[in-house]
DNA sequence: ACCTGAACACCGTTCAAGT
DNA sequence: ACCTGAACACCGTTCAAGT
């Protein structure tokens, strides 16, 4: 005899929040911010615009959930046995990476006050600076410095992204920038100029982890 | 004899660039970011939208120009005499301040690498470095992580100021923050809840350059 | 319950026509 | 040289109508 599944078969191709989510994190990453639209968005899914909105609220809704998916890997608990400083380390590089392969998720991390991905960063970084021995007083200041330090590279490492096509690599990006650097003018921008052959050069990851430490060094205190 | 002016007397509403760049900035101050459209812009400057387009290339340009323009009192040179280590502080407490004012240009600043404001603090926050006995090979990674620092606080407050009303005052927007970090699962977020409390109270100015402080504890190396 | 796609109320930007 | 405002090619979002 034959028995009904409880559940009935889902279409190969049923609408689902997870698809729409998919689909727009995919959008994005090919064709950059501006290159989602409900309606390319619906193309892709092979449906109309209308759809999309019985299964999300709006535009912003769908930001934030592509934003926080591919912050997840970012955010997985660490390796047991990690010290406090090692798993700071941790999160800061996932998020570093994740906005590597994702530029438009920079931007997003720190354009919601609410943004889940956002919450469950500062939550990590937070248990890590109590872990480290910060006084309870400092530790609010602490994590919240890691945070921003975070966000800020974030953020600038999209913009180098976006003025340049989709998909440019790293070099490429930080080659375009060090040019800018280096034609400015050398009475006012000594300085920047200065570092331009730097900025062409290094591993802005290394230099990323560098400043970091600035930070977790300054934790403990004046020498 | 009457003698002809070289240039004649400019009519009291000419367009002018100027013109419209402040227009730009009450705009945004009044409305916020989703408040700025050319035809918003025209009507308060009494001609049709694209007039604009005599004196600005694009809506891009404009952004720039406005954000440059609130982010100018940040950037002045600084008191003759002042410590490297204060001049920092009040390029840092400049541009705190400017976006308290204009949350927007927290948004903005960070937007486009070559926006000119960020150019300026960078070099001037690099020259401070220098000044400090940062080692050459150290300070390009030390203005960097200063930089991004401030650029993380300004989208973060740009972001929560979103949140709210434009025009909401400070308190209340810590307010409305702190109320979300106090309604979160005590289970997955015990950090961010036990500083809920913290953020409700706290002199986020404060906490600003405690924060920059951290960063220049680290520059002179562990203890 | 879920999908369709036309329609609405906007945008930024262009451009022929004016002064 | 500078301004006007209608028009173009888009948007996000809604909603009556379908299955």
Redesign the pocket.
Known sequence: MAVRTRSPERRED???RERIVAAAVELLDDAGESG?????L?ARL??????I???VA???E?LIAATDAVLIPATVPGVAGETPRDAIRAVALGVFDAIDVHPWAGTQLSRTPAQPALLRIFERVGRQVQALGVPAAGQFTAASAVLHYILGVAQQNAALARSQEPGTDRTAVLEAAAAVWSGLDAEEYPFTRGVADQLRDHDDREQFLAGIDLILTGMSGPR
Chains 1, 2 share one sequence.
């Open positions: 049923a609408l689902s989602l639209t409900f309606r390319a619906a092979r449906t109309g615009p209308g759809a909105y019985w299964h709006n535009k912003s769908l």
